[in-house]
């Protein structure tokens, strides 16, 4: 059984910056793909950053050069710095993994980002 336990959300000015963090844990771990996903009222969740285990990443068009998605394998671990943050940015913010072989998802129990003045 794989967890995902997320932290870094909150409350922040437009403008400010917030940093998530998403820790895998589990036995015989082993991820591929992470990612970030955010949810608003109303709205299906939707895919922002995802990472490879190589580094490779890829961003949606509403945070790209805004947000920055990384990784440190070794800790099992899935950073996301965002920057910029605008009110429309407020969203619960979802980790997403997937195992390295074989199929399957996880995903976290959700962080609160709220962009207000």
């Known amino acids: 059984q794989v967890q995902l336990v997320e932290s870094g959300g909150g409350l922040v000015q437009p403008g400010g910056s917030l940093r998530l963090s998403c820790v895998a844990s589990g036995e015989n771990l082993s991820i591929g793909v992470m990612a970030w996903y955010r949810r608003t009222p109303g709205k299906q969740r939707e895919l922002i950053a995802a990472?490879?285990?190589?580094?490779?990443?890829n961003y949606a068009d509403s945070v790209k050069g805004r947000f920055t998605i990384s990784r440190d394998n070794a800790k099992n671990t899935v950073l996301f710095q965002m920057n910029s943050l605008k009110p429309e940015d407020t969203a619960v913010y979802y980790c997403?993994?997937?195992?390295?072989?074989?199929?399957?998802?996880?995903w976290g129990q959700g962080t609160q980002v709220t962009v207000s003045t």
């Open positions: 990472v490879t285990r190589a580094g490779t990443t």
């Open positions: 997403y993994a997937e195992p390295r072989y074989g199929s399957g998802t996880y």
